[in-house]
């Protein structure tokens, strides 16, 4: 039985894609181009418009062409649905799948590129920004224990691995507490205890972790990125607007003026340290003031890198009742600005 992997979005999606072929492979399949597969496996996004209709345009000429399908990930109710009237052939339940993976001996590992791994440590988040369908799709953070963290790593850098990344929506809020209630001062120090345990794993490596909540970033967080030799001194830090008045409306708990001093004291501590961010155009309610006070803030902090995302209404999210007031054609324009300024740093 042959096989291919369709896969949209984050850097979860891959990671679980991984584990899926690894899976898939075991029991017989062969993964082959997605025109010669018997059944296509899609990893899908709910998280931008642009990643859905990509998917059900995809998922349509597949079953015209005869094909089994089975679709996983991250997928709101109304997409359910649609995909539905598409007839797909069946629907696998990202939890379901994820029980069934972890019976399967293979690695929590996925490969990014030539020496570069992603470890997760965990899954989901509580954080609830207006925008965004993680907490519906993947659920309430869950994190990996120290032991399986360890475990991998070790293994990878048996395999003769280098660098890696730590990867989970929130890596601040790594918490190996069962209480998942108001984070306590032991929980956002569980993320630092497991970067000292892995700096001092013996080996020639190098790791860093993406992705944080200036919420959560810490001094303790801060002071080990500083301290710890193996510890990458680069931050993805997401920004997401520049104006105080749509961060409130994203549900982004902090003001520009918090998170600019918040990167000025991670650079007066953390030599040679590189920044980069996520930003979203186009939030609905977006004026030019507040697209400028964005433009403003990116020109003062010089970030090594910059995201740029435009905004795309998702239902169940809280936004949505805010509707998509920006015209695709502004949203276009303010991402070129940016990019611009992005490819000038």
Sequence with gaps: MTYCLFVIGCQQNKYDASRLAAFLNSQGFSEVDEKFADIVFVLACSVRQTAVDKMFGKIHNWRKAGKKVFVTACILDNDKQKLEKLNVSYFVDFNDLYTLLVYC????????HSGTMYVPIMSGCDNFCSYCVVPYTRGREKSRSYD???????????????????????????????????KSEKQMKDFVVLLGMINNIPGDFVFS???????????DIIHAIARLPKVKKEIH???Q???????????????????????????SKIENLSVTTDIIVGFPGETDEDFQQTVDIVKKVGFGQIFINKYSPR?????????????WSLKQKRWHILNEI???N
């Design 237 to 239: 830090l997401p920004l």
């Design 315 to 327: 239902p169940s999210t809280a936004s949505y009742k805010l509707g998509d007031p920006i015209p």
């Design 105 to 112: 001996k293979t690695n929590n590992v996925y490969k990014v």
């Design 241 to 267: 607007s520049g104006s105080d008045r749509i961060l409130k409306l994203m549900n982004r708990p902090y003001t520009t003026r918090q998170y600019f001093r918040l990167i000025e004291k991670c650079k």
């Design 209 to 219: 972790f993406m992705s944080n909540h200036p919420k959560d970033m810490s001094d």
């Design 342 to 344: 992005a490819n000038l």
């Design 148 to 182: 399986d963290v360890i475990l991998d790593i070790k293994q990878l850098i048996k395999s003769g691995h280098k660098e890696f990344v730590l990867l989970g929506q929130n890596v601040n809020s790594y918490a190996v507490s069962e209480k998942r209630k108001a």
